[in-house]
């Protein structure tokens, strides 16, 4: 943050993410695209995590600027599929993993249990003291706890815009 805090030109500061090796998966749901994530699902878990760790702080302060709503409603494209399918409420997040992660990201982002067909399976595997998730979420939290609206943009927008990675596609047929 305080590297960018001068001039907010993102353009001028770049951060190289590394490779995204996904594989586009057959989906039922026309309204979602669906992936199969090789290689980077830890970094885009960590970086979806921190983006909807920063709208909740906006929100907490909301009454503080007219503009934290406006912050939020821009990241909560990047948070939340708008879609209305009411057996699943996994399908609302846009990044999740079918081993343990739905359900403490879905917490983080909804605050309440989803409706799913895989709650139970995913309340067996969530242990909330061990869970990694909820362990960077209150590592995250202390980190940005003291921050004021402007800074937590700013570190939404460095995440947005600052890491740069390569998307590559593969084929289910052909890799």
Known sequence: INELSGDGDFDQHEHFFGP?????????????????VIDGQQRITTVYLLLALISE???????MSDDADQYIQQLEKYLKNDISDKSDDYK???????KGDRLPLYLILFSNNPVSP???????LYIP?????????????RKIKNHNIPQLWQLAQSLLQCLKFVWIPLDEDKD
């Open 129 to 141: 003291l061990h869970n990694k998730i909820n362990m960077f979420s209150n590592y995250a939290r």
């Open 92 to 98: 609302k997040l846009k990044v999740y993993s079918s």
């Open 57 to 63: 702080q906006l929100e907490k302060k909301s009454s």
């Open 20 to 36: 995204i090796v996904v594989l586009e998966k057959f989906n039922s749901d026309p309204q979602l695209k669906r992936f199969l």
């Open 118 to 124: 895989f709650l139970a399976a995913d309340q067996q």
